[in-house]
């Protein structure tokens, strides 16, 4: 039991055997410790220098260097610090993770898709969309609404970068004031209507450069998913197109 407990604070099973050795047999030199955990004297001071940085030993000088084992209670702060610098690392990953995701889909030929549920998975599209650059076209779902603050800061970021949008949406009364206005225009946003009940799907689809993506606004998890391919990106954003045209011809947009 004693040798899993030092397992789980981190201990290999050489650092293990070295510290318990020290606490059996008092205080020792590299050389003789190396006897008794029988390991070369490389290893030993390679171990020692490990279980001193630890805090699990400390080095003493008395005429000669001898090595003492620290309290037990070490062990425990030594798992404490571990889990905590674990955490640290797992956040500066999950923050990070997107400039890695992104160099691996841009250096692969083939169609790539990434899903993520709940609404961190709906802030990395749309942060998706910010930063890749480009005009956006796309067709807005009518309960896009359920997640107002992030819809309402990815929108204004879109602003802000000067980005051209090209929208097909159904008929709203904000909607139709930012046409009227001239509020549209400054922002850089054209926008198409559809009636009401042409299209009442969960989904928003977002159309950028080479990429595509699918926004399901779920009351309880929203789902996003984006795809990675040139191809797939033409053939929607051509879908999109077509279809503001259709609606610019056969629907009174006032």
């Known amino acids: 039991m004693i040798n899993e407990i030092l397992k789980k604070a981190g201990l290999n099973a050489a650092q293990s055997k070295t510290y318990l050795a020290l606490i059996k047999h008092g205080p020792q030199s590299a050389a003789k410790l190396a006897e008794i955990v029988d390991e070369s004297r490389t290893n030993i001071y390679q171990i020692l220098d490990k279980l001193v940085l630890y805090d699990l030993v400390v080095k003493i000088e008395s005429g ?98 000067k980005y051209h949008t090209y929208g097909l949406t159904q008929v709203t009364s904000g909607g139709l004031h930012n046409q009227r206005t001239g509020i549209d225009r400054e922002r850089r946003v054209k926008r198409t209507w559809f009636p009401k009940n042409d299209y009442t799907g969960k989904a928003t689809i977002n159309v950028y450069g080479d990429r595509v993506s699918f926004i399901v606004f779920n009351e309880d998890q929203p789902i996003s998913t984006i795809i990675y391919s040139q191809e797939i990106a033409d053939a929607i954003k051509f879908l999109l197109e077509a279809s503001s045209k259709y609606y610019e011809q056969n629907f009174d947009q006032n």
Do not use: C, W
Request: charged share 35%; hydrophobic share 30%; glycine share 4%.
């Open 64 to 161: 000669k260097t001898l090595f003492k084992a620290q309290h037990p209670s070490a062990v425990e702060i030594l798992a404490e610090r571990r889990r905590k610098t674990t955490a640290k690392n797992e956040k500066i990953i999950k923050d990070n993770i997107n400039e890695l995701t992104d160099l691996y889909y841009e250096k692969t030929e083939f169609p790539t898709v990434r899903t993520i549920t709940g609404e961190y998975g709906m802030k990395l599209a749309y942060e998706d969309i910010l930063k890749a650059g480009q005009d956006v076209h796309y067709l807005r779902s009518v309960v896009e609404g359920s997640h107002p603050d992030v819809v309402k800061k990815y929108t204004r970021s879109l602003v802000d970068k």
